[in-house]
């Protein structure tokens, strides 16, 4: 069987994360499948450089050229960019060539009219982890996709991580606020609580070293266990001890709420670059 072939228009930090994940995947694959062959298309010559020597991609500096014979097109530029990247592949698009879109914000209707009335688009909203195998990717597909088309999309970012499908393609904005943007949220937790250990007077090895294994283990634990998370935080709190009085501090500084505003924050501007990129009357 011939390998699938992948072409990533935009080179950057969601497309390097997806590209590093299949390559880790295919290398720990039991099977003799043909790995997919992957292109990808960026402006910057240095992108381009480098993904090539780590991940033996093909480069093309121009769109056109690296959709050429490509099963799947994954749009990994910028939202504002999106549009002109539409406008510029369409003429050699393929009615057969899957275009999936891993941008922020932008409705599949809105992409299948600047792709010219293609209809086989997918949306990912895949995140940064993709690149250690452990992804979590919400995908949305209009109802006239076949069962084939859906589930090229779903094995390319199956192969990074967990795959969800979505439903109401207007939970795509939560997806985006929740696992698109999730990841930071983890990091900057993780770098609230490593300064607070050094605050402490732990050394900047340790405080770094505890912190992430602690942040792993308990994730690990969450995945394992067959108690919520709730209930594994009983296990840890004893009462009138050390953790108890920590929570109470989270509590009182209004963690949830915290929380709660950010993925609001995050959900609103993902509606936000829709409506402004794609126009109110288009939606
Ligand atoms: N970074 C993240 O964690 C996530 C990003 N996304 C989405 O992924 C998309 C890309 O985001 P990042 O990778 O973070 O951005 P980035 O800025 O790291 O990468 C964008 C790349 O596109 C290239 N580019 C610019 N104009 C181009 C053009 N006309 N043709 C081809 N390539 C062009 C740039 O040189 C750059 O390398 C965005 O739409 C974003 O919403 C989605 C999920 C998570
Ligand atoms: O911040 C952003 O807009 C992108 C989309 C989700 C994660 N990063």
Same mark, same amino acid.
């Given at each position: 069987?011939?390998?699938?072939?992948?072409?990533? #228009?935009?080179?950057?930090?969601?497309?390097?994360a #997806? #590209?590093e994940?299949?390559? /880790?995947?295919?290398a720990?694959?039991? =099977?003799?499948?043909?790995?997919?062959?992957? !292109? @990808?298309?960026?402006?910057?010559?240095? /992108?381009?450089?480098?993904?090539?020597s780590?991940?033996?991609?093909?480069?093309?500096e121009?769109?056109?050229?690296?959709?050429?014979?490509?099963?799947?097109?994954?749009?990994a @530029? *910028?939202?504002?960019?999106?549009?002109?990247? $539409?406008?510029e592949?369409?003429?050699?698009?393929?009615?057969?060539?899957?275009?999936?879109?891993?941008?922020? %914000?932008? %409705?599949?209707?809105?992409?299948?009219?600047?792709?010219?009335?293609?209809v086989?688009?997918?949306?990912?909203?895949?995140n940064?982890?993709?690149?250690?195998? $452990? %992804?979590?990717?919400?995908?949305?597909?209009?109802?006239?996709?076949?069962?084939?088309?859906?589930?090229?999309?779903?094995?390319?970012l199956?192969?990074?991580?967990? @795959? @969800?499908?979505? &439903?109401?393609?207007?939970?795509? &904005?939560?997806?985006?606020?929740?696992s698109?943007?999730?990841?930071?949220?983890?990091?900057?937790?993780?770098?609230? #609580?490593e300064?607070?250990?050094?605050?402490?007077?732990?050394?900047?090895?340790?405080? /770094?070293?505890? =912190?992430?294994?602690?942040?792993y283990?308990?994730?690990?634990?969450?995945?394992?266990? &067959?108690?919520?998370?709730?209930?594994?935080?009983?296990? !840890?709190?004893?009462?009138?001890?050390? =953790?108890?009085?920590?929570?109470?501090?989270?509590?009182?500084?209004?963690?949830?709420?915290?929380?709660? *505003?950010?993925?609001?924050?995050?959900?609103?501007?993902?509606?936000e670059?829709? /409506? &402004?990129?794609? %126009?109110?009357?288009s939606?």
């Amino acid at each position: 069987m011939q390998a699938t072939r992948i072409a990533f #228009i935009g080179g950057g930090n969601m497309a390097t994360a #997806i #590209i590093e994940g299949v390559r /880790r995947n295919q290398a720990g694959a039991a =099977t003799h499948a043909e790995p997919p062959v992957v !292109v @990808v298309a960026d402006p910057t010559a240095a /992108r381009r450089e480098a993904l090539a020597s780590l991940y033996a991609v093909e480069t093309a500096e121009d769109n056109r050229s690296a959709i050429i014979g490509a099963d799947v097109i994954v749009l990994a @530029v *910028k939202p504002n960019q999106i549009q002109s990247v $539409c406008a510029e592949i369409q003429p050699v698009l393929q009615a057969n060539q899957l275009v999936v879109s891993v941008a922020a %914000g932008i %409705g599949g209707t809105v992409l299948q009219r600047w792709l010219g009335g293609h209809v086989a688009v997918v949306r990912a909203m895949p995140n940064t982890p993709a690149m250690v195998g $452990c %992804g979590a990717t919400g995908l949305y597909a209009d109802p006239a996709l076949t069962p084939t088309q859906r589930s090229l999309a779903e094995s390319l970012l199956r192969s990074v991580g967990l @795959v @969800v499908w979505i &439903d109401s393609e207007a939970d795509m &904005d939560a997806v985006t606020a929740l696992s698109g943007s999730g990841p930071a949220y983890v990091f900057l937790v993780m770098e609230a #609580i490593e300064s607070a250990a050094r605050t402490l007077g732990l050394s900047a090895e340790t405080a /770094r070293l505890l =912190t992430l294994e602690t942040v792993y283990g308990a994730a690990r634990l969450a995945m394992s266990a &067959d108690e919520s998370p709730a209930q594994l935080r009983a296990r !840890v709190t004893s009462p009138n001890g050390t =953790t108890e009085r920590g929570i109470a501090a989270l509590e009182t500084a209004d963690l949830r709420g915290a929380f709660l *505003k950010a993925l609001t924050a995050a959900h609103a501007r993902s509606q936000e670059l829709g /409506r &402004d990129l794609a %126009g109110e009357a288009s939606r």
